[in-house]
């Protein structure tokens, strides 16, 4: 029924095969619950997974969009594609962080690779004991706005670098994660710590979990190029591209409000106190939610 309709449409199929197609949807929903509780049926879950992926795609796909739709999927769905896809997530945080450890120890080890990095007017603002960001006070709105199209300029490579079976995702996050190692290492080493961590904590609360995020859809795209198992290799493609499009859909809010606090309150004068309270809520909101219990349904996948 599913290579019958095509690529997300239903005008090749009868009413009688469209009310087939959502019986059986329902069945194998069902199926898939059972074969998650069986340890050693995974290889049939995770091709049932993909199958119900595909047909969720096909048979919702002329489903109109409305602002309840959108609240409903933020509340419920995001939560569930973001639980499926949790190993990609690991992957991308490993990824990341094995570039910060690099950076901060190439930093310690050898100075010059900072400057090579940072550039010489931002290593000689740290070494004036300055933080760089002083200047994004006194035109907040433009700031705003160039950070989040350049937030999402990041997280859309590490995404898109999945069709490069890959390569292009791990060298976007290796090379975040770098950075930030080198930065924090820098500040650290002329006792700006605390300055740093109080711009990143509101923000980047926010802002770094999308990016993860971002690299995790470039990882389930690539793991849908390299390894297509069960499919040919378009059909696996395409099912990879939609769940991975689902994953980084989630993150554009998150990088809207990460953009407007980072052009507005990050680099202000408020107390520092007040900067890590406001990081430290966000990101439990955050985990609160991406982590948070799910009906029966959504587990399914069926929501």
């Excluded at 470039?218 to 994953?247: I, K, M, N, Q």
Aim: aromatic share 10%; glycine share 8%.
């Amino acid at each position: 029924m599913l290579s019958q309709a095509g690529a997300g449409s239903l005008r090749s199929l009868t009413r009688a095969e469209l009310a087939e197609t959502a019986l059986l949807y329902r069945q194998v929903a069902g199926d898939l619950s059972t074969l998650r509780q069986d340890s050693t049926a995974r290889a049939y879950a995770d091709h049932v997974n993909q199958l119900l992926a595909r047909a969720h795609h096909i048979i919702y796909s002329t489903r109109g969009t409305s602002f309840s739709n959108l609240v409903r999927y933020m509340r419920l769905g995001y939560p569930a594609v973001f639980q499926r896809n949790l190993r990609y997530v690991v992957l991308s945080l490993l990824v990341m962080l094995s570039g910060t450890a690099l950076g901060a120890i190439l930093t310690l080890a050898r100075p010059q690779f900072m400057h090579s990095m940072l550039g010489p007017q931002m290593v000689a603002t740290i070494e004036r004991h300055q933080m760089w960001t002083q200047s994004v006070v006194s035109a907040a709105p433009m700031w705003s706005s160039a950070i989040m199209t350049n937030n999402l300029t990041v997280c859309f490579v590490a995404f898109a670098g999945g069709i490069t079976f890959g390569v292009l995702t791990i060298y976007s996050m290796f090379r975040n994660g770098l950075l930030l190692g080198v930065i924090g290492v820098a500040c650290a080493q002329h006792g700006m710590t605390i300055d740093l961590l109080s711009f990143l904590a509101p923000h980047g609360s926010l802002e770094l979990p999308s990016i993860v995020l971002a690299g995790a859809a470039g990882f389930r795209l690539a793991h849908g190029v390299l390894f297509p198992g069960f499919y040919r290799w378009r059909d696996s493609v395409a099912t990879a591209g939609v769940e991975a499009a689902r994953l980084i859909a989630g993150i554009i809010p998150l990088l809207v409000i990460a953009g407007t606090l980072e052009g507005f309150f990050s680099p202000s004068s408020a107390r520092v106190w007040l900067k890590f309270t406001v990081g430290g809520m966000l990101f439990a909101l955050l985990n609160l939610w991406l982590f948070r219990p799910l009906p029966p349904v959504n587990a399914a996948g069926r929501s």
